[in-house]
């Protein structure tokens, strides 16, 4: 007994040290709501909190609170909840959908008294990326203040505000590093910044399950946690958006403003960017100095890629907060300043969280007025803009069509079919103008020549589409509410003899696959041909055209018209039934040009010294788009991997130090016995420098070292040496449509995405060089002058090079970035199904040469 009275003033002198430390200014407190300690069993800060654990904490709050109502949005790859905690006053909460539809009508018409009256909407978004954990914690103590809090200020939040608080973007990143980080915290906390709780292993939490940095994704919207959070943004439009992350240990704590913007003509209003961003900095500067936390502005961090959490907000009319703490990475770590623990990290994001709050309520009806502003001046702008509209073609490729138009929609652009329904246009004058800028501006100049991430983003050359400026407004027909309602297709009919698929459509590699899968044989055809199909139509086959014949197959003509129909309701493909193999024009089908194709195995190597986003990106193409099983090896087992499993090996950028000269010759033997090396970035580099083969990058002209070297200012280094990175930007190519790399292709000049310096030089075989930059390559984004003329203008984008019966393909450039680039990602796809039929051709040796 006398132990337990000795031990209870501990415990409740912690738990008042847990209160000082985070919100005592918001006491006294309502106790019949659950705080965070008490629920979690711990103080917060001293553990990283599983996300379950986080869900459970909201969903049992929304039961304790009439001021709480918990929802969810979507579900992680992993089978995570995505979810948001409403937090207003009862009457708010009764009232949501009326609120919503005001909300979204003061956008639209303006009126003083409504705005006044009506409560801002903010959202405070958390841990986008997972091993930035802070707040995630703080998501959590910001809630508990305002459903527990007596405090007169709070209770205005809540009357004048509905707080959506979604307290983790990335919940499967988060879950790799929270379980890291308690796996290797000890009782006693180790500070040492070597200490393995504060070094993850590869690929680390920032990312989700398939490694992709979800802060790119708003924009792009390839993956369920930006796409359930689209589907919920164009449904409210938030006034204000907020975007908490962290940055390096010895650094401090950043608020907007951020540095100026790298656009030399910014689409934003200078309202959001100067006015509201100046306005709002003033409430985090007044938390933060009240606290004494140091902080900074306007040095980095640039808002001009439209697809980060702190920028797609500003495109809608809000306006979104960038937030970075000094990160503990772990429990505590050691700075220049001493010990950072998690506690601190934390309450500087709930500081902020709490001061984003009173400031849009105190600045709402500003807020109502700007949002109202901005899509005003969306279609005043769109006026005086010559572009009436962009329009592109239907062509054979539906399913890039397809996915092309899903993205616009999923933004809420207006699409609409052409008068003669050959084609689509997007007007310019419509709400959503900047986006629409966004999807098919390009742009060369530049305000700044260093950029944070990507300086380019025109989704239309993402998506190779070939679209145009229209000075007068074309006739519009039907608007396009589905993506899906575009597709046409040719319904298979059972035949006993064949069957063409057309490669054109990028879903064909998928029905490939699946029909591999099912035990079906299937070719490929090396010549373009003309053939008659069973409805009586010549039918024009192109290079990389399917074709399977019946006869040929173990299963009879029932079986396989059973998998044909399920391949086009699975994939949306044509397939066209034969009764004969004689063309009309070019080869017939018994052609030695029409090649069998073997199943892909393919493997990628993982882990330290790779590059965990194109890694990702590549397992998310095959397992995603084309649904067919990847292997995957981490790099440091590759000595006893048997490739002889494979008939594929995939490289992405790394560096690839461990691999020594013996690893080199088992790659180079097993390539040589008829395998096929894909090799793409810096690896590419790689397989160069230790002459795996023979290709050659492009190296800097030497030049005569001047007798003075020029004095530059040492304060500019970084933005004078940081121009001649290539943060990302958008070139054009020459593809050979004729090489099976060029398969499916219908034009030569697709639009590629380069964001390293990897130069590659063209191939000394005149047929190996595969795709070329063009003489003027620029399309958009910033590329220095010296990388332009001096190395891209001479480079190519991608070769392949033979070693014995093997090639090695060279992708200079990610051909699947960040899982969108559909300008380029068929010419990985070819590249797995046919490089084992890929041999390069030589020239006749002559006598003379032979002596």
């Not at 979104?320 to 505590?332: I, T, V």
């Not at 075989?765 to 002058?785: F, M, Q, V």
Request: proline share 4%.
């Amino acid at each position: 007994m006398k132990l337990f009275c000795l031990i209870l003033p501990l415990l409740f002198a912690c738990n008042i040290h847990a209160q000082d430390y985070f919100y005592s200014n918001y006491a006294p407190f309502d106790t019949t709501i659950i705080s965070p300690q008490k629920y979690l069993g711990y103080k917060i800060g001293d553990f990283h909190t599983r996300h379950d654990q986080v869900i459970s904490y909201f969903k049992k709050l929304s039961e304790l609170s009439p001021y709480a109502t918990y929802i969810e949005y979507g579900k992680t790859f992993e089978g995570r909840p995505l979810c948001m905690l409403i937090i207003s006053n009862p009457e708010n909460l009764q009232n949501l959908e009326n609120i919503r539809k005001q909300h979204l009508g003061l956008m639209v018409k303006y009126d003083d008294k409504l705005a006044s009256e009506l409560p801002a909407i903010v959202n405070l978004g958390y841990n986008v990326h997972g091993n930035e954990p802070s707040s995630t914690e703080a998501s959590m103590l910001t809630a508990y203040t305002l459903l527990a809090s007596q405090n007169e200020s709070v209770k205005n939040y809540l009357k004048n505000e509905v707080i959506f608080i979604d307290p983790a973007i990335n919940p499967d990143g988060r879950e790799r590093h929270t379980q890291w980080a308690n796996m290797y915290r000890s009782e006693t906390l180790v500070s040492d910044n070597d200490d393995v709780e504060h070094n993850e292993n590869w690929p680390r939490g920032r990312t989700n399950h398939y490694w992709f940095d979800l802060n790119r994704d708003w924009l792009l919207a390839i993956n369920p946690e930006s796409r359930g959070k689209l589907s919920w943004y164009h449904q409210w439009y938030p006034n204000v958006v907020t975007d908490f992350h962290e940055m390096g240990t010895n650094s401090s704590f950043f608020f907007e403003p951020m540095k100026t913007n790298g656009s030399k003509d910014p689409i934003m209003p200078s309202e959001n960017y100067i006015e509201l961003n100046n306005l709002f900095s003033e409430y985090f500067i007044k938390a933060a100095d009240k606290i004494g936390s140091l902080y900074f502005t306007k040095e980095v961090f640039d808002g001009t890629y439209p697809g980060y959490g702190s920028s797609y907000g500003d495109l809608q009319g809000g306006l979104a907060l960038l937030f970075e703490q000094a990160s503990s990475r772990g429990h505590m770590q050691n700075t220049p300043y001493g010990d950072l623990t998690f506690a601190f990290t934390i309450r500087n994001q709930y500081v902020s969280s709490l001061a984003t709050l009173q400031a849009a309520m105190e600045n709402k009806t500003k807020l109502h007025k700007y949002q109202n502003f901005f899509f005003k001046s969306a279609l005043t702008n769109s006026n005086s803009d010559k572009v009436k509209a962009y329009t592109f073609k239907q062509d054979s490729d539906q399913n890039r069509i397809k996915a092309f138009i899903d993205k616009l929609l999923i933004h809420k652009v207006k699409v609409y079919r052409n008068a003669d329904k050959t084609g689509y246009i997007v007007p310019t004058k419509q709400a959503q103008y900047r986006m629409v800028q966004t999807f098919f501006e390009t742009y060369e100049v530049y305000h700044d020549s260093v950029f944070y991430d990507a300086s380019a983003w025109s989704l239309a050359n993402f998506y190779n589409i070939k679209y145009q400026g229209e000075n007068i407004m074309p006739n519009t027909g039907v608007e396009i509410m589905d993506a899906n309602s575009i597709l046409s297709l040719v319904k298979v009919v059972k035949s006993d003899y064949a069957y063409l698929l057309d490669w054109n459509d990028i879903n064909c590699a998928s029905a490939l696959n699946y029909m591999q899968t099912k035990g079906l044989v299937l070719a490929t055809s090396f010549k373009p041909f003309t053939i008659k199909i069973m409805d009586g139509k010549n039918y024009k086959a192109n290079y990389g055209t399917l074709m399977l014949p019946v006869a040929k197959q173990k299963l009879n003509s029932d079986e396989i018209y059973n998998i044909l129909k399920e391949v086009q309701d699975k994939y949306s493909v044509n397939i066209y039934s034969l009764n004969s193999g004689i063309s009309t024009e070019g080869i017939d089908l018994g052609s030695g040009n029409v090649r069998v194709l073997q199943k892909p195995t393919p493997v990628l190597l993982i882990g330290e010294g790779t590059n965990s986003n194109e890694a990702g990106e590549i397992w998310h193409h095959f397992d995603q788009r084309l649904n067919m099983p990847l292997s995957k090896v981490m790099i440091h087992r590759f000595r006893q991997l048997d490739l002889n499993q494979y008939n594929t090996l995939i490289l992405v950028s790394g560096n690839y130090a461990s691999l020594d000269s013996i690893d080199v010759k088992k790659i180079s033997d097993w390539v040589a016995q008829g395998n096929t090396l894909i090799t793409i970035g810096t690896a590419v580099s790689w397989a160069i420098k230790v002459k795996l083969l023979k290709e050659k990058l492009i190296e800097a002209p030497k030049k005569e070292k001047p007798v003075v070297v020029e004095r530059k200012p040492f304060d500019q280094a970084e933005e004078l040496l940081g121009k001649e990175s290539l943060g990302g930007a958008i070139f054009k190519t020459n593809i050979d449509i004729t090489h099976p790399i060029g398969f499916g292709y219908t034009q030569n000049e697709i639009p590629v995405y380069k964001n390293n310096n990897v130069w590659l030089s063209p191939s000394e075989n005149e047929y190996s060089t595969i795709s070329k930059y063009t003489a003027n390559p620029h399309l958009d984004g910033y590329i220095s002058s010296k990388n332009l003329n001096e190395f891209m203008k001479n480079a190519a984008s991608c070769v392949v090079s033979q070693i014995g019966q093997g090639r090695v393909i060279l992708f200079a450039d990610d051909p699947v970035f960040r899982g969108t680039l559909y300008s380029t990602d068929r010419m990985l796809t070819n590249a797995v199904f046919f490089g084992k039929l890929i041999r390069i051709p030589s020239r006749m040796i002559n006598e003379e040469e032979k002596e």
